[in-house]
């Protein structure tokens, strides 16, 4: 594992802190969290807040730890003025896709950095699909975009069935926010990994599908 990238590091720096000041401050932590009602009020400053709140430690290591494994991916291909702008997009998309299903639930709230991480790592799978990764409880290695259809259609799951107290939907937002971004990135994609592309679009078309039909 290379040194981590001054963005990467830039960006657990602030997901830290923010999230630090959140744990001892519960009027910080309510005002910038995500919530539905305070959002359609006016305070549109949630949807990017939000992403820098945790519940607590675990939470916080576990998205940082996963930002850890896969930023070097998106920086090597894109740099880190792009890899902050997919992070920044997925955020925010996954921020987007919440408000879109959750409209009209006005005590509805959230926090964490899961949908720009999540963004990350789809942006990630597409670049290099063949890449093997590992799972706790699986020894065996699983190609990534295998993990990556699999997350996503987990994600459709948790979703419909409100499963855990888990923000399913913005993970889902910020996977979309990484695949459109990474492809706006590198257009070529859709010639040269045709298949890889189509595949990791399939749980995306779904979930409309599934909106659609009133299934969600």
Request: charged share 10%.
């Amino acid at each position: 594992m290379n040194d981590l990238h001054i963005a990467t590091i830039a960006i657990i720096a602030a997901n830290v802190l923010v999230s630090l000041k959140g744990f001892d401050d519960t009027y910080f932590f309510d005002r910038y969290k995500f919530g539905i009602g305070a959002i359609r009020a006016g305070q549109k400053e949630r949807m990017f807040t939000s992403g820098f709140l945790h519940v607590d430690i675990a939470h916080l290591f576990f998205n940082m730890f996963t930002l850890y494994f896969f930023a070097d991916v998106v920086i090597a291909w894109f740099g880190p003025v792009k890899f902050s702008i997919i992070y920044g997009i997925s955020l925010f998309a996954g921020s987007l896709l919440a408000l879109f299903f959750h409209k009209d639930e006005p005590y509805y709230s959230a926090v964490g950095a899961s949908g720009a991480v999540t963004g990350v790592l789809y942006a990630a799978i597409l670049l290099q699909p063949d890449d093997s990764l590992f799972i706790m409880f699986i020894p065996v290695p699983i190609p990534a975009y295998i993990l990556g259809i699999g997350y996503l259609l987990y994600s459709i799951y948790g979703m419909k069935s409100r499963l855990g107290n888990i923000g399913h939907t913005a993970h889902f937002g910020g996977a979309i926010g990484g695949y459109i971004t990474t492809l706006f990135f590198i257009p070529d994609l859709l010639r040269t990994d045709t298949l890889t592309v189509l595949l990791l679009a399939v749980p995306i078309i779904l979930l409309f599908i599934l909106e659609k039909m009133g299934k969600i």
